[in-house]
């Protein structure tokens, strides 16, 4: 009869932390299922620099579920290009995906002269290439505002050739103009990596305050670390996932 009692006490035992094992298993379930329901997605839509800081984005929030990040850039993307390049990713996104934050990113490519509907060829930096240009810009900021995304639009860096910097600012000009006509956040990123006087330099601290290569050789990209720096600046403008309450 002893060795009976101990097998009940011993079985006991078992369905005592089968219980125990299923509740944390299943609190634990709960716990998961909440963060993937309040998690916030953020899509990047962009030429090959927002592709760059897409990935830069996805290596930083790697282990933190809280966060989703969709890369839907496509490198050589250019708005004096065919809209197919620009506003037909965001628009085949937002009619078949949801998101909560849109970064955007362009530029890069956009040193060129455009062509208006009518098919007059337009300069680049005349009045009426800034006009269309502008116009363009518009047409992602009300595809994205209209589908109730919040959106961060990064302006370019300074780049190593003087000329491309000077063409990048008059670019960023204008994109910071109309994004605030939409109610969009304009990030500059002039001088995310410089020196002390605001001046290119290719290399600069990392996120761990670590000196390293920061741009890559074209005097224009940035490299893996140079891509994290940025992300993290575009994750200190998006306020944190709601937290579950206990």
């Given at each position: ?33 909440e963060?993937v329901?309040?998690?916030t ?101 009300k ?14 860096p300074i ?12 670019i ?24 002390g ?9 990392d ?7 920061m ?12 891509y ?19």
């Amino acid at each position: 009869m002893r060795g009976f009692g101990r097998i009940c006490d011993a079985a006991g035992v078992i369905a005592r932390s089968a219980v125990l094992l299923f509740s944390i298993v299943l609190l634990s379930g709960n716990s998961f299922a909440e963060e993937v329901a309040n998690r916030t997605t953020v899509v990047i839509f962009g030429d090959s620099q927002a592709a760059g800081l897409a990935r830069g984005l996805q290596r930083i929030l790697i282990e933190d579920a809280r966060y989703r990040v969709l890369n839907r850039t496509h490198a050589g993307a250019a708005l004096v290009h065919a809209d197919s390049e620009w506003l037909g990713p965001i628009q085949k996104f937002v009619a078949s995906e949801k998101a909560d934050i849109a970064v955007a990113m362009f530029g890069a490519n956009d040193r060129l002269d455009l062509k208006d509907p009518p098919g007059t060829n337009l300069h680049f930096r005349t009045d009426e290439w800034r006009e269309a240009y502008a116009t363009r810009i518009d047409q992602l900021l009300k595809a994205m505002t209209g589908a109730g995304l919040k959106v961060i639009w990064c302006g370019n860096p300074i780049a190593r050739s003087g000329t491309y910097s000077a063409d990048m600012g008059y670019i960023n000009d204008i994109y910071a103009a109309e994004a605030a006509k939409f109610g969009a956040q304009f990030l500059p990123l002039w001088t995310a990596v410089a020196d002390g006087e605001g001046h290119y330099a290719a290399f600069g601290k990392d996120r761990d305050g670590v000196t390293q290569r920061m741009r890559a050789d074209d005097g224009i990209h940035f490299t893996a670390p140079g891509y994290e720096l940025i992300a993290e600046k575009i994750l200190e403008m998006i306020p944190p996932p709601p937290t579950s309450m206990p």
